[in-house]
C-alpha cells in the first residue's frame, strides 16, 4: 500500500481525543509481508486537540520505544499543533532528525455502552425461626415489649444501578519513510475512566507489544 498524499494528509487533519482510560485491548493489527526488517529510529505524531495530551502521548511513546532501543523523536518539539501539519512539514522534520519511519495516532470512532446490575437485600435479623410451614418457635424476648422492641435487624437494601461509559476507538499506524508504503496498522479499544497517564500507558504498551510480535521493533 503505497503512502499517498491524500492518505498522509486525512491521517493529519484528523482528532485524537486522548481521554482516560483503564482499559486497552487490541482488537485488530496488520503488517506488510514486504517488510522484513525491524524499524531502527522513529518519528511520533499523536493527532490531538489537546496540546497537552499529545505531548505527554508522544512521550510516553517516546518512552517506551527508547525501551527497546529505538530512536524516537517527539513531533510536538518542533512542529505545531498536529491538525495544522502538512505532509511536507513531516517530510522535512524526518530528513532532520533522521528517522527512519512515523507512526500516526487518531481517534476513529467513539460510542457509549451500559451495564446493569440487579439489585440485592441482605441483611441479618435475631427474630423468631419459622421452620416451615405450620411451625413457629417463640423467642424468650417475646414475653415483654421492651426486650422486643430492643431487639435489631439490620438489613440492606441495594437498587438496581446502570453504569454507562465511553469506548474509545484509536488507530495507529507505521510508515516506511523510505518507501513511503504502511508496514504496520492496528486498531485498538480504550474505556474511559478517568486516568488520563494510565490510559496512555496502556494504548502505548499493547501497540509495542503487537510490533515486537510482528518482528518490527
Avoid: H
Amino acid at each position: 500500500m503505497k503512502c499517498s498524499n491524500n492518505v498522509i494528509i486525512l491521517i493529519i487533519v484528523g482528532v485524537l481525543s486522548l481521554a482516560a482510560c483503564s482499559s486497552t485491548s487490541m482488537m485488530g493489527s496488520w503488517s506488510s509481508p514486504d517488510f522484513d526488517r525491524k524499524i531502527g529510529s522513529v518519528y511520533i505524531i499523536g493527532i490531538a486537540k489537546n496540546d497537552l495530551n499529545r505531548r505527554i502521548f508522544e512521550d510516553t511513546f517516546n518512552r517506551e520505544f527508547a525501551s527497546y532501543g529505538i530512536k524516537a523523536v517527539s513531533s510536538y518539539k518542533d512542529l505545531p499543533k498536529s491538525q495544522d501539519i502538512d505532509e511536507e512539514a513531516i517530510k522535512q522534520r524526518t530528513i532532520a532528525t533522521g528517522t527512519d519511519s512515523v507512526i500516526l495516532t487518531q481517534l476513529v470512532n467513539q460510542r457509549k455502552e451500559s451495564v446493569t446490575s440487579p439489585g440485592r437485600i441482605s441483611g441479618y435479623s435475631s427474630g423468631p425461626y419459622y421452620g416451615g410451614r405450620g411451625y413457629y418457635d417463640r423467642p424468650n424476648y417475646y414475653r415483654s415489649w421492651g426486650s422486643y422492641y430492643n431487639r435489631r435487624t439490620d438489613i440492606t437494601i441495594e437498587p438496581p444501578t446502570t453504569t454507562v461509559f465511553v469506548v474509545l476507538t484509536v488507530e495507529s499506524v507505521l510508515y516506511d519513510l523510505k518507501s513511503g508504503e504502511m508496514i504496520w496498522s492496528g486498531q485498538l479499544e480504550t474505556v474511559v475512566d478517568g486516568n488520563i497517564e494510565k490510559m496512555m500507558q496502556d494504548y502505548v504498551k499493547v501497540v509495542t507489544e503487537d510490533l515486537k510480535s510482528k518482528g518490527l521493533i
